[in-house]
């Protein structure tokens, strides 16, 4: 017994370990045949990796609030249709590189909404990235200073799912235009964004600034998205 399980051990085979280790202890071994046994294990040692990539994808993903669609609460009222969410939720808006435009008041949701879908792109196995967005464009600057900007940029377009966060709190300047549209221009089509702004997305144009740039990256966001307009009070307030 003690061979078998540092062999496992050995092969990394923490998951196919502990189940064995508990068939032992509770003397069910013997009680499955071969292919039984085979599956138990294998079945355990499989849900164990997916356990610990989801974990690795959460962590490095960074989001605001520890926020899982089935704590979401869904009201109509408040602008969120159950329909849409569960669609959402399903991830196939980003096998087809699609976006998620969530906009509303302060303390209306937003970041949370943001953060569960994220946080339910990593159960589907997905790459995720959270960012506010001066984080974001404060990131850029530090890293053209660097030298690592182009590292930067393609690290991002890798991303499955790119959520910003607070977007349209201040007037952007000319070279965090560029680096916006830069971003926006690598994932079109390839990689979904999540974008939550308290300002409604026709007030975006204002914000990005330059007429050209602005419509540049809107016409890349806006017109495949999904919207998602909270309303109601906020949250901060009730609880």
Known sequence: MKQLEQRMTSLRL??????????????????????????????????DRENKRFERLRKSARFRYQASIEELYIDASRGLDNGLISNLATGDFLTKGESILITGASGCGKSYLASALGHQACVHGYKVAYFNAQKLFLKTKLSRVEGTIINFFEKLAKTNLLILDDFGLAHLEQQQRMDFLEIIEDRHGKASTIIASQLPVENWYDIIGEETVADAVLDRIVHTSHRVELRGESLRKKR
């Open 14 to 47: 923490h998951g196919m370990e502990r189940s064995w280790k508990a068939l032992v202890e509770t003397r069910r071994q013997h009680e499955l045949t071969l292919n039984e046994g085979l599956e138990v294990l294998l079945q355990a040692e499989q849900q």
